[in-house]
């Protein structure tokens, strides 16, 4: 059974910084993309940011890009999403999604998801 816990969100100041961490199990994720998604109220589902299990290769929203990075640790079957300089708008619940096709933008192409972690920035 493929289990998928978001961990590490949170209520934050503008400018400041979470880290979100995404625990993978129940099978062997060498070849999926592991994504990272979020949902504001009254929004669509929307891509953040997502990383090749097997070779590193990251791909990253305008949104985020040279603010959030993402990472996985091999030994924890863990992926990481460091966000920095957090903004109001960046207000939503996080979720992690694996995808065994190699990676997407859409989230409907995603096999597994979490339950979501909140994540709050405050101005």
């Known amino acids: 059974q493929v289990q998928l816990i978001e961990s590490g969100g949170g209520l934050v100041q503008a400018g400041g910084s979470l880290r979100l961490s995404c625990k993978a199990s129940?099978?062997?994720?060498?070849?999926?993309?592991m994504g990272w998604f979020r949902q504001a109220p009254g929004k669509e589902r929307e891509f953040v940011s997502a990383i090749d299990w097997s070779s590193g290769g990251t791909w990253y929203a305008g949104s985020g890009k040279g603010r959030f990075t993402i990472s996985r640790d091999n030994a924890k079957n863990t992926v990481y999403l460091q966000m920095n300089s957090l903004k109001p708008e960046d207000t939503a619940v996080y979720y992690c999604?694996?995808?065994?096709?190699?990676?997407?933008?859409?989230?409907?192409?995603?096999?597994?998801w979490g339950q979501g972690t909140q994540v709050t920035v405050s101005s």
């Open positions: 129940g099978r062997t994720f060498n070849s999926y993309t």
């Open positions: 999604a694996a995808n065994s096709d190699g990676f997407y933008w859409s989230p409907g192409e995603y096999d597994y």
